[in-house]
């Protein structure tokens, strides 16, 4: 079954703000059989909106049309408005959601709502309203033609506060769509992974498709079917199962896990913690490894040891290392990593040094030099690295690596050299 | 001038990648006056492609088209294919690109690539192709009917690349889309902005449109037109000059700066120094302070301090504050503070203590209380904060509540006090 996602704003199609609520539903209605086949972004702006709804109700396929942004208060807030002409539906005062916005000014606010507010009790002749306690835009649920169209208010938050209500309205699915788990690697270069999938791909059926992604020095894998009958779904198992036992050295994920807590698992299966002393990276890393719910089992500590001086007194790296091999070297490294986890009583300790740019390089040490540590007991070991791209990019993949070390470490059996 | 974002993977339709390309292409096109009219993601899937294309091409407005994405070398990328056929050219061979695809292969893999990279040495008869030193994807530029096409690797970072060369052939433009600077402000609920804001739209033209955003405790504010003209930029920017005299206390960006970067810009302007003590927020604090370039100029340290024995090791936290009164409470986030000023001999120092969830939360102390400290001289300020949301979402309000008090703090002169 077949959906399609239109979010309604000038800021995203000028790319003030980055979409996050389009990416929340297609991620969701997948993961219910609802594949969106369309993800369309368009401005407030009235002739663009009622053309891409005549492109969208022209497209048999798809029989839920999933909208957000455009609810507000102000006179850019368009969706209701153009909706309700689209479906030749006038707009109904509700007295009750007129209520919940004074409630709700009331609440937040402690005052009346303004009387431009009074727009956002109205909504289409025959719409299901659906209340929202987060804010003063509800949302609604109305049919047309052979569509059902779910219309609800662009502010991230309440978008996702809304998906579990939506959820129960949706239509009975007969899942046409079938996306096996996906797998995650990371380790070597992306050649060796096609290399060893090639061969494997030679035997898919015309029925399944495969998507392979590179990101940021993972790959992800999976298989998809526009189809979905067991035996699509025994086809689409054989042939993971193979690619599996390929990259069996370096998968880190089943179903779509992130590197931290793949990292995170194995840190707990093995009762180990872990602390870090960031230079480049700025507190990235530890971040990441705080993102993961119940970090706290492993995480100790991190240090961001920006300046030589941080990296001196609160790691203890030796002021003559600095001076002698830079604040960018395997030394440095080696000593932030053993010297963190010493100073935290962690098991395992992890030290970044690099140079994160724009500026700050040179011939010798360019921007995108960096050097990851990683100290266990008696075991150092520090891996050095060129990355190119901005800072941004230069941070992202500084914890990837370090991420990466520290998930081969955790695999190969730290535990055990203990 | 109007223009479109076509970007094309399975991959983002099903949610399991965030888009990075639509939003750079969008952002850029904006920048240089072809305002995106659409912006589209599709999957990997002919039927689709096509139609989206036709849709597209009917739209008169419409002259450039950016197409991201499916040029890579497996069987699920059918970018070239679709493309060539629905504007009926054949596909040709380029024997230049494939000796780039060989050297590529032979400089980063050390061997020859596999015959299925040849299909990315085909290109629709009459494009101009577009080396790419990235990848083994290049892209092209065709024109069709009344509309040119870019068609450019999905990579993000191939996609970044191509930008500055694409731009080069990008049609004269006689830029019909203005939009102002964007301001933001910050520090009190949305409604002071919007009851100050109402009065002073009621002399908006009929030219003239507004966005307002509100984006994690910030508000954003800019106008657009869909005409470009001397009479609406004067009046945009006398409307805008009303809203900052409005706004004034809680402005901290004209043209759309971040926070971190209007709180980096005053510390530099101020000669101040900065550490930070983190207990719910993980790093993310120190992160965004160390994404501007040159933060190394006032970012002195950063302590992540989950546990409680970090806190009281690192930042000397007495023990006997977290007995009486708990980890996370108004006398832990002051010492945090104050200690981590104290200890980084830094000028500022902020604290911050909470329960990011999802467990730890009681009835008392539930999940979303947070505590923020800012210290600086003798002066400590502790604010109390309740948020709402996950893990992810109230480690980002922390941080953002932490730049604003800092913001302020800094702009109501800190300096002065010292």
């Not at 089943?254 to 870090?276: P, S, Y």
Request: charged share 20%.
């Amino acid at each position: 079954m077949k959906s399609a996602i239109l979010c309604i704003g000038t800021e995203i199609t000028t790319g003030l703000v980055k979409d996050l609520n389009a990416h929340f539903l297609a991620f969701n209605l997948t993961a219910v059989g609802l594949f969106p086949k369309l993800v369309l972004f368009v401005p407030d702006h009235k002739e663009t909106i009622t053309k891409t709804l005549q492109f969208l109700f022209k497209d048999e396929e798809i029989q839920s049309i999933f909208i957000t942004g455009g609810l507000g208060p102000t006179q850019d807030d368009l969706t209701r408005e153009i909706l309700a002409e689209f479906i030749g539906k006038k707009l109904c005062f509700v007295p009750e959601q007129w209520d919940n916005i004074i409630r709700f000014y009331q609440k937040i606010r402690h005052t009346l709502p303004p009387d431009n507010n009074k727009k956002q009790a109205f909504i289409p002749e025959g719409s299901l309203l659906l209340e929202n306690p987060l804010g003063t835009a509800p949302g609604f649920i109305i049919s047309f033609q052979d569509k059902k169209i779910y219309v609800i208010p662009g502010v991230p938050k309440e978008t996702q506060y809304f998906w579990p209500i939506i959820k129960t309205h949706l239509p009975s699915n007969d899942n046409q769509f079938y996306r096996s788990e996906m797998i995650k690697a990371c380790g070597v270069g992306e050649s060796l992974f096609e290399t060893k999938l090639q061969p494997i791909l030679m035997s898919l059926p015309d029925t399944l498709q495969s998507a392979y992604l590179p990101y940021f020095g993972e790959v992800w894998f999976y298989l998809y079917s526009y189809q979905k009958n067991p035996q699509v779904i025994q086809s689409a198992e054989n042939i993971l199962k193979k690619i599996k036992e390929a990259w069996k050295p370096y998968l880190f994920s089943r179903w779509g896990d992130t590197l931290e807590q793949a990292c995170g698992n194995l840190l707990i299966e093995k009762h180990l913690t872990i602390a870090t002393a960031e230079s480049c990276s700025g507190g990235l890393l530890s971040h990441r490894l705080t993102n993961i719910p119940g970090s706290s089992a492993y995480f100790n500590r991190g240090y961001v040891v920006y300046s030589n001086q941080a990296k001196i007194d609160t790691i203890g790296v030796p002021s003559s290392l600095i001076t002698q091999h830079g604040a960018v070297s395997e030394e440095v490294a080696r000593a932030l990593a053993e010297g963190v986890r010493e100073k935290s009583h962690a098991d395992i300790g992890i030290g970044i040094t690099g140079i994160a740019g724009p500026s700050g390089g040179s011939e010798q040490k360019p921007v995108g030099l960096v050097y990851i540590g990683i100290s266990y007991s008696q075991h150092n070991q520090v891996q050095k690295y060129l990355f190119s791209g901005d800072r941004e990019v230069i941070k992202i993949l500084s914890t990837q690596s370090a991420l990466t070390q520290l998930f081969f470490q955790l695999q190969r059996g730290i535990n055990d050299e203990r």
